[in-house]
């Protein structure tokens, strides 16, 4: 839920928070994804004609990185009839042909092989038939087998996407398997996803206290090395002043002997003058 603007995720704002393993990990790997990606990147895209704005977006964000775009038949009808992108056709691969509609025909399977077949790096979202019923589920099971047997970085995601690699006991072959739903999407898209960002303010206010407790810190031990200082010089002028008192001390000790010395002096030369008159 993180694309909805929900109150569990604006609380964030008040409350201590922090982003689940599973999130983190997702954001992590779907960034990786998003940013750079290894070529030939192989873009799949199928499902239901609903959520069209954002697969729209998620066209709109890969149809520069992409090396070719594979288009399921509800997904293909709905972007021929918008008309969005037709500068970028070459890379936009159409279904040829269906299975009474409902599912994806040799022809389309053949192309949409060749070109997984090259690829590095493969997203895939939307199965690309009416998978409830088995007859119909052949496409989206033979693509899921070309993708996992091309060896390449592979990232499904989707809820119907994910249920049918599950029952088709194919999940676990895939690189990563995004639990995002249009969340996934969205984030691919490039769009901000408002329990990211709520997460992202919650980071810059902790960073910020960081910096704040960093700075307090370093006034603290500035404090502390003034102290240490200050008291040092105390000491020294306490020593100095010590050893002043001392040497005062010595001076004074020296002159009462010398006065000492003097009237001793003094008192045997008036003892002997008195001697000589008597």
């Not at 704002?13 to 999130?23: E, H, I, S, T, V």
């Not at 949409?112 to 989206?140: C, D, M, N, V």
């Not at 002159?255 to 001697?275: C, R």
């Amino acid at each position: 839920v993180c694309h909805r603007q929900h109150a569990s995720l604006m609380v964030a704002k008040f409350l201590p928070n922090g982003a689940g393993l599973l999130l983190e990990k997702e954001v992590k790997i779907l960034s990786q994804f998003r940013g750079n990606p290894e070529k030939p990147l192989i873009v799949i895209l199928g499902g239901r004609s609903r959520g069209l704005k954002t697969k729209l977006a998620l066209l709109k964000k890969f149809l520069k990185k992409a090396n070719y775009i594979l288009l399921g038949n509800l997904v293909a009808e709905d972007i021929e009839v918008s008309n969005r992108f037709p500068r970028f056709s070459k890379k936009m691969v159409f279904s040829p042909d269906s299975v009474d509609g409902f599912d994806i025909g040799p022809q389309t399977l053949r192309i949409f092989r060749e070109k997984i077949r090259q690829a590095k790096t493969i997203f895939w979202s939307g199965p690309l038939g009416k998978i409830e019923e088995k007859k119909y589920s052949h496409g989206s099971r033979a693509i899921a087998r070309a993708i996992i047997k091309s060896g390449a970085f592979s990232v499904a995601g989707g809820g119907e996407t994910i249920y049918f690699l599950k029952q088709a006991r194919l999940r676990n072959k895939f690189s990563y398997i995004s639990t995002g739903g249009d969340a996934l999407l969205v984030f691919l898209s490039g769009e901000k996803l408002p329990g990211l960002e709520m997460l992202k303010w919650f980071m810059e206010e902790i960073k910020n206290l960081n910096k704040l407790a960093k700075r307090i810190l370093k006034a603290n031990k500035e404090k502390e090395r003034i102290i240490i200082k200050t008291k040092k010089v105390k000491d020294e002028v306490a020593e100095k002043a010590k050893e002043q008192r001392e040497e005062n001390i010595k001076l004074l000790d020296q002159e009462e002997k010398t006065i000492y010395q003097i009237l001793m002096k003094e008192g045997s030369m008036f003892q002997a003058d008195i001697v000589d008159k008597s």
